[in-house]
């Protein structure tokens, strides 16, 4: 199998949103689902102090502390033992704004007059603090939310809205939240720090491996990624970046149930530390009291691997949109794909094989990448599966009890040769 075909979740997830790219304004006006109602009693374990030191939000399982500067620390409560990756020193700066092309880098909150709130909602119960601030040099007013709910009790989610409370238009180009500084431990042995980097930049690169002592990678989701190879373009991915150790892993996302155009880089430093954020392109023009809002990200403390942050992410986005559907023993059923005769595939090829799937007891089989003209236009190639080959092919595997698949990518490629162009935006 070449690197071009190599199948992972993260592909899937691309195909799946069609390469869709969303600006971030709407989420000023999408969202405050938050219950207005009275909701029921938050289960023990849950906890919330305020002090001019910070906030402390703590669950059955882990303690998140937001400092006056911006800062989350995620610390796990394993046993006896506080754990994290996070390095005792602050990466510079918690967040960062980009107004006018110049950067913002210095938030204070008042996190001992911040408000606590118990709320319910799609997530379950939980506890919501919301605390104000101000960000120097600017006429903005800050609310930094933070979420806890008890179906997730290694997650806080964080957001913020920004007030223009100036006599001026604001244009608010980029804000970078979620900003951690991870202690690298040795290089070697049980202590070595591995990544998940869920993003999809090249067909057959891997997503998850050893963080190296010189590293750096945008991570991209939500929006094309333009690539040199046949494909032109590959992007989607999965808006989860974790590192883990032998004892603990953290991890950093967003959780909103569309996929936004947003990036996670990652860079090694010097001092053998490993930097992350999330930046989100605002592309918002704020007028006097005008009002911006995140998408919702996320800080996931946990024990294990890159699984346990993937299942919570996919966990929280089934609550937050829709359920999946209800799981069947064809989902399990073995598959054969005809990506091994390439882009030169034939009928008679395909066909030639039904002899040797019905002897393995595989019922299912796939026409792979090659047999149409162009991507987006979907025009069977007239060499090989002109006229009705596709339907003949099919009906002969139908009648032979095998089921076929058709391979196809969901979006519009511009060719000269192709007659469809922008018909399948």
Not at 57 to 83: S, Y
Not at 135 to 151: H, K, V
Not at 384 to 398: E, R, S, W, Y
Request: aromatic fraction near 10%; charge should be neutral; glycine fraction near 10%.
């Amino acid at each position: 199998m070449t690197p071009h075909r190599r199948y992972t979740a993260k592909s899937y997830l691309m195909l799946s949103i069609g390469f869709l790219s969303l600006t971030l304004g709407s989420c000023q006006s999408k969202r405050e689902e938050l219950a207005t109602t009275k909701p029921a009693a938050v289960p023990p374990g849950f906890d919330v102090k305020l002090s001019a030191q910070g906030v402390t939000v703590r669950t059955p399982r882990a303690e998140f502390h937001l400092t006056p500067a911006g800062q989350v620390i995620g610390t796990l409560l394993h046993k006896n033992d506080l754990l994290t990756l996070e390095d005792a020193k602050s990466p510079g700066a918690a967040q960062i704004l980009t107004i006018a092309k110049k950067e913002y880098a210095r938030v204070v909150l008042s996190t001992e007059d911040a408000s606590i709130h118990d709320t319910t909602g799609k997530l379950g119960l939980g506890k919501r603090v919301d605390v104000t601030g101000s960000i120097p040099g600017t006429e903005l007013r800050e609310t930094l939310t933070l979420e806890a709910y008890s179906t997730f009790p290694n997650l806080l989610l964080l957001s913020l809205r920004l007030q223009n409370m100036g006599k001026n238009a604001v244009p608010l180009e980029k804000v970078i939240l979620q900003r951690h500084s991870f202690a690298s431990p040795s290089t070697q042995g049980e202590k070595r720090l591995w990544t998940f980097e869920g993003s999809s930049l090249k067909w057959g690169k891997d997503e998850i491996f050893p963080v190296p002592a010189k590293f750096a990678q945008e991570n991209p989701f939500g929006a094309p990624v333009r690539v040199k190879d046949d494909l032109g373009h590959v992007g989607g991915g999965i808006p989860v970046v974790a590192f883990w150790s032998h004892d603990v892993g953290e991890a950093v996302g967003h959780i909103e149930a569309l996929p936004l155009a947003i990036s996670v880089p990652v860079e090694t430093t010097s001092e053998r530390k490993v930097e992350v954020g999330v930046s989100i392109p605002a592309r918002a023009r704020l007028k006097p009291g005008d009002v911006y809002a995140t998408p919702r990200t996320f800080l996931a403390v946990y024990s294990g691997d890159f699984y346990e942050p993937l299942k919570m992410w996919s966990d929280a986005i089934e609550k937050e949109s829709s359920e999946r559907p209800a799981n069947h023993d064809e989902n399990y059923a073995v598959a054969w794909c005809g990506w091994g005769y390439e882009f030169g595939v034939t009928p008679k090829q395909m066909l030639g094989t039904i002899p040797k799937l019905k002897e393995l007891g595989i019922h299912w089989a796939t026409l792979d990448d090659g047999w149409f003209n162009d991507y987006g236009d979907w025009q069977p190639r007239e060499s090989t599966f002109g006229g009705g080959a596709i339907l003949d092919m099919v009906k002969q595997f139908h009648d032979q009890g095998i089921k076929l698949q058709l391979w196809w990518l969901p979006w519009e490629w511009r060719t000269e040769a192709s007659g469809m162009a922008g018909a399948n935006s």
